[in-house]
């Protein structure tokens, strides 16, 4: 059974750092790619970020472009968001996901976390 398990949320400053992190057991993980999704309370969710299976390729919303970072360790099983220069409009639930190509749909996404929360104080 796949699971994918997030952590590294917490209450941060505006201007603060946090990093993220997701890791999945029960399959292959460098075989998907995996991507950074987040829902704020009363909107959708969207698109933060993905990376492919071997870490060459990334992919960023344009909100978080120059102030996040994903990347990935194989040999851990985990995928990571480096999140700096946080904006109280970060604020939200974050979800990691695992695909099969890097994009911003979510419909292309398999499997999913259950999200940590990401607070952002001004």
């Known amino acids: 059974q796949v699971q994918l398990v997030e952590s590294g949320g917490g209450l941060v400053q505006a201007g603060g750092s946090l990093r993220l992190s997701c890791a999945e057991s029960g399959r292959t993980f460098s075989s998907y790619a995996m991507g950074w999704f987040r829902q704020a309370p009363g909107k959708e969710r969207e698109f933060v970020a993905a990376i492919s299976w071997s870490g060459a390729s990334t992919y960023y919303a344009d909100s978080v472009k120059g102030r996040f970072t994903i990347n990935r360790d194989n040999a851990k099983n985990t995928v990571y968001l480096q999140m700096s220069s946080l904006k109280p409009e970060d604020t939200a639930v974050y979800y990691c996901?695992?695909?099969?190509?890097?994009?911003?749909?979510?419909?292309?996404?398999?499997?999913w976390g259950q999200g940590t929360q990401v607070t952002v104080s001004s």
């Open positions: 996901a695992a695909g099969r190509a890097v994009t911003s749909r979510m419909s292309e996404y398999e499997d």
